[in-house]
């Protein structure tokens, strides 16, 4: 069973990108590999800028990584390789958009430390000129 530490809020940022940032939360940080949790991701507009981004409504809309002091390495949420039926959608500026993720730490993640972090591209203004990876915070979590 995970252990709850109480909900944690989006107040640690990863880095922003022309003004847009994301940051992960989930309300355990020690977790069990095998069942489902909810990750939350928030991305906000801090520019003036309209951003774009494809959404699927499915996990792989991000890609979810598990890093061990160590430097192993799990991918938790894939992007797909095949595409879904996809969306245009817009954050205007000011305006942020809330995602719950269902993610799993599989049984062969060794019982240990790691950090966790997601990743998301998008498109600034009104063209489709550049595709920007976005990356949340380093989320700390303790595999049983």
Request: proline fraction near 6%; charged fraction near 15%; aromatic fraction near 8%.
């Amino acid at each position: 069973m995970a252990q709850t530490n109480g909900p944690q809020t989006a107040t640690n940022w990863g880095e922003s990108v022309q003004g847009v940032q994301m940051a992960i939360t989930m309300t355990n940080s020690v977790v069990e590999a095998g069942p489902e949790i909810p990750l939350v991701a928030v991305i906000k507009n801090s520019s003036t800028n309209k951003v774009k981004f494809y959404e699927t409504g499915m996990p792989g809309d991000f890609y979810v990584a598990l890093t061990g002091s160590a430097g192993e390495r799990y991918d938790i949420i894939q992007l797909p390789i095949t595409t879904h039926m996809q969306n245009l959608r817009a954050i205007y500026p000011g305006e942020q958009n809330v995602r719950t993720l269902p993610v799993s730490f599989g049984k062969n993640i060794r019982p240990g430390d790691y950090t966790l972090q997601a990743a998301r591209g998008f498109y600034v203004g009104d063209g489709d000129d550049g595709w920007i990876q976005l990356e949340s915070n380093l989320l700390k979590v303790q595999v049983k």
